[in-house]
């Protein structure tokens, strides 16, 4: 008996070692997942929960995509946000090309503010901002302290393309903008 015991003994205490080690891998696996950080919110879930269909939330994913591209530096905050240091950026997920019009937009106290057919910039930094495909004629308000002058660069970002003065709003044609300061 004492001989058959032993094996089995023996195996009893292999499977517990192996137990313990299982553990202490997951242990280890577990803190390192943990130091790493958060994993990226999943901002398509969000808007899928506050009423999206997953068709419009995927759309709304790839335009927030789009808008991070065009200005590189920014962090995705919301299913519908983009934050830079300097410039918010509003993405309407039901706006659509098809039905915008150039209307006057609201804007912040100390912001100008611009409107794509799609989403909505609001810079309060001054600061040059390099732009990447601005087509078309987009309602701005420009909502700054009085007397400030926003301005749009050419290419070369030295030619000035387009200007404005504060306090006043209307409708800019953007397409040759590549360079924007709002001061």
């Given at each position: 008996m004492q001989v058959e015991s032993k094996p089995r ?81 509003i993405v309407d997920p039901y706006a659509s090309e ?32 390099e732009l990447t495909n601005w087509i078309g004629t ?46």
């Amino acid at each position: 008996m004492q001989v058959e015991s032993k094996p089995r003994s023996l195996k009893l205490r292999m499977l517990a070692l192996v137990a313990a080690f299982a553990m202490l891998v997951g242990a280890l696996v577990g803190s390192t997942a943990q130091a790493a950080g958060p994993a990226e919110p999943d901002f398509t879930a969000e808007a899928i929960a506050s009423g999206l269909t997953p068709d419009q939330a995927a759309e709304l994913q790839k335009r927030i995509d789009d808008v991070l591209a065009s200005i590189p530096g920014g962090t995705q905050i919301s299913p519908t946000e983009v934050a830079y240091d300097g410039l918010d950026v509003i993405v309407d997920p039901y706006a659509s090309e098809s039905d915008y019009s150039a209307s006057a937009i609201s804007c912040p106290q100390y912001y100008f503010c611009i409107n794509s057919p799609t989403t909505n910039y609001q810079f309060y930094k001054c600061q040059t901002w390099e732009l990447t495909n601005w087509i078309g004629t987009w309602p701005y308000n420009n909502n700054q302290s009085s007397g400030t002058v926003a301005r749009a660069y050419a290419s070369n970002g030295s030619t000035v393309v387009w200007s404005n003065t504060a306090k006043s709003s209307g409708n800019a044609y953007v397409t040759p903008w590549w360079y924007f300061r709002p001061c």
